[in-house]
């Protein structure tokens, strides 16, 4: 197996310094494959490609005209690699820490389930090495509102890793901190949404192989270890806009097509478009929240997200629903891991307690 190991970075010189070193050393540990770290650099200013230069002269660097961020960059980086017939793509983020044998385990799944399109590490904390990690922990669900947690992190809450996820699993999606992706099936679903620009891109992607029939899985048996909040702050309202927008137009590619699985064309359509709406009011009261607390970077985040999604969503029509529909058996198509209730009152009154319900959304899905 061909593996691509493709770090893009921008502006975390300080980060390659640290952490390449180690993802270089594992992958020379690769005996059977071939695995090679590439360096994507999306336009940095702080010195990154002087120093790649400088101190990791042998690693191949790809270098951007311009900041194309989290989905723009890695569909122009792996552009460049569409052409020498890599098997798998790991997208990787500059600051994770790994370890000698992260990629094997992850490699070995790849090989021998073709059925799987995706696959991910568990993903714990930089700081505390046996707790999980905000950004993907150990795979996620998705909420009936499309609102993202995690087995290991809901909301704020993070558990620590006391092996209770230590099965193969297949979740609804896997951090893009640290993703194995199939190389013909990215290209086949056009990639990472450049309109995403950064933040659940990898979420949507992981819907989209879901509707085509794969699989999505954590291997428990690869650790990685995450800063986080390398390039955007959870402060940040930028980041906040992000979310908000990228939510929606996740919904809107994805939605009515899992309706669709279980019910008529048209119920599907109309279904997912006031379930999009209902979305919208919630994300208009946390608005109003924002603005009751004086918060009015993040109120007026809220409302430019919102401007935003009307400017670039592209409308899912009833007709594509229906060719949906005629190409897609759902008898094998099985999207895996939507809570059909809404998970962020049951956390808030729940507290910690709220991974009893993850806990037994695990057990669930096991029996099914």
């Not at 695995?35 to 994507?40: F, G, L, N, S, T």
């Not at 979420?203 to 029939?213: K, S, V």
Request: aromatic content about 12%; charged content about 25%; some cysteine.
């Amino acid at each position: 197996m061909k593996i691509a190991v493709v770090i893009l970075n921008w502006n975390t010189k300080e980060y390659l310094e640290r952490f390449l070193p180690g993802v270089i050393s594992s992958c020379e540990e690769v005996k059977e494959d071939r695995a090679e770290v590439i360096v994507a650099d999306n336009h940095s200013t702080d010195g990154s490609l002087e120093t790649m230069a400088e101190k990791f002269p042998a690693v191949r660097v790809i270098r951007m005209d311009q900041n194309y961020g989290f989905t723009g960059g890695y569909n122009k980086a792996l552009g460049a690699l569409k052409e020498e017939d890599w098997d798998v793509y790991v997208l990787l983020n500059t600051d994770v820490q790994v370890s000698n044998d992260w990629i094997l385990p992850l490699a070995d799944w790849m090989k021998s389930h073709p059925e799987c399109g995706a696959c991910a590490p568990k993903l714990h904390s930089w700081y505390e090495k046996d707790q999980f990690e905000y950004a993907g922990a150990a795979g996620g669900f998705l909420d009936s509102y499309g609102f993202p947690f995690c087995r290991g992190r809901v909301m704020e809450q993070v558990e620590m890793d006391k092996g209770q996820y230590d099965e193969v699993k297949d979740v609804f999606w896997a951090t893009g901190a640290c993703l194995m992706v199939r190389s013909d099936l990215y290209w086949q679903l056009g990639g990472l949404d450049d309109r995403f620009f950064a933040h659940m891109e990898e979420i949507d992607l992981c819907w989209r192989m879901q509707l085509e029939g794969y699989h999505i899985t954590v291997i428990p048996q690869s650790v990685v270890w995450h800063l986080g909040g390398g390039t955007l702050p959870q402060t940040s309202p930028w980041k906040l806009k992000l979310n908000y927008r990228n939510n929606l137009l996740m919904l809107e590619n994805n939605l009515a097509k899992t309706y669709s699985l279980e019910m008529p064309a048209e119920k599907a359509w109309k279904r997912a478009r006031r379930k999009i709406f209902q979305r919208m009011l919630i994300d208009g009261l946390s608005g109003l929240a924002y603005l009751c607390l004086f918060r009015w970077s993040f109120f007026k985040a809220v409302l430019e997200a919102h401007k935003e999604y009307r400017q670039k969503r592209r409308r899912c029509t009833l007709l594509e629903i229906e060719q949906y529909r005629q190409t897609h058996d759902p008898g094998n198509v099985h999207v895996q891991g939507i809570y059909p209730k809404w998970i962020i009152p049951r956390a808030l009154l729940r507290g910690k307690k709220i991974f009893n319900l993850v806990h037994q959304l695990q057990e669930d899905r096991k029996q099914t």
